[in-house]
């Protein structure tokens, strides 16, 4: 349970960083695991001469890939310096992609505690990953901004119930410790620079000279199970059980088992990228998630993904395109944007 004090401590912990303890090597078949994950079955994530042929050096891997590695460094985030919550539910996210990230590349993930702020009563935490390659650019930054529960907002048993269900390896309790012995780092020297390749390169993206303000991406429909969520969790290492088991979901407040944030956001980023033709080619994806996607025991749940070219700009031949996806008729982000370049 959270308390005051420890809700008051948390804004002062605003700029704890650290390195993850270890690289992630980005391997061909996690890419693959991960594309089949998020039912993204563009070339570039599956075959390497259509790869190369986007001028990758090995598959690309998707865009919320970088949510893998996120999801381990931020563990001790979570369990030592962000405590008290239950469990945390994704209102926000956002993804700069400086270059895309291929296969073979060396990871440094970093982590830093970048913005507590109070909406409404509720405490709105953003974590900021930053991805550095072996060449000491940074390839992609990723913004998360959760909303921590408590047992005490929503019903007593969750903390007991939570417990019970997480995987063996995952203490629920480790973050309900105190502020005894916290100690707080903070970044030395400036971040590593931006890879400029996300700028730079070649796209094989839509011909901007075709496209117009107002067009129209194709709908389309995806289907979700139980079993795609249980996938998902495994591939990305996200135990939350709010996205497997029904009775947690319910003692969090939640109407049923709901679909991961990151899901619904990799699948819509796959839309899109089938549309332009060029995973690499979105240098900014922004998600503000507005309602839960529902996944019923007994059937798939629907979403329908949208969108429409909301901007254009002839000087760097790139747009913003409006992304729309709902489940059940209900919008599921209340706002999402990409920034692509075109050829």
Known sequence: MTTASEVSVLGERVGHYYEADHTYQVGREKVREYARAVQDYGPAHWDAEAAAALGGTGLFAPLTFTSIPAMAANRKLLEEVVVGYDTYVQTEQVFEQHRPIVVGDELQTDVELSSVRTVAGRE?????NTFVDTSGETVHTMHTTVVGVTADEVDPELTGAVSKVMMHDVDIMANQAST??????????????????????????????????????????????????????GVAGDANPIHWDEKIANLAGLPDVIAHGMLTMGIGAGFVSAWSGDPGAVTRYAVRLSA???????????????????????????GVVILVAKCAGKKIFGMATLDVRFA
């Open 124 to 128: 709105m935490i953003t974590i900021t």
């Open 180 to 233: 005894i012995d916290y100690v707080k780092t903070e970044r030395v020297g400036d971040p590593a620079p931006r890879s400029e390749l996300g700028r730079t390169r070649t796209v094989g993206s839509l011909n901007f000279d075709d496209l117009s303000v107002g067009d129209q991406l194709p709908v389309h429909h995806t289907g979700l199970t139980r079993g795609d969520l249980v996938n998902y969790a």
């Open 292 to 318: 839960p996607a529902i996944v019923p025991a007994n059937g798939r749940g629907d979403i329908e993904y949208s969108g429409r070219i909301k901007s254009l700009d002839p000087e760097t031949r790139s």
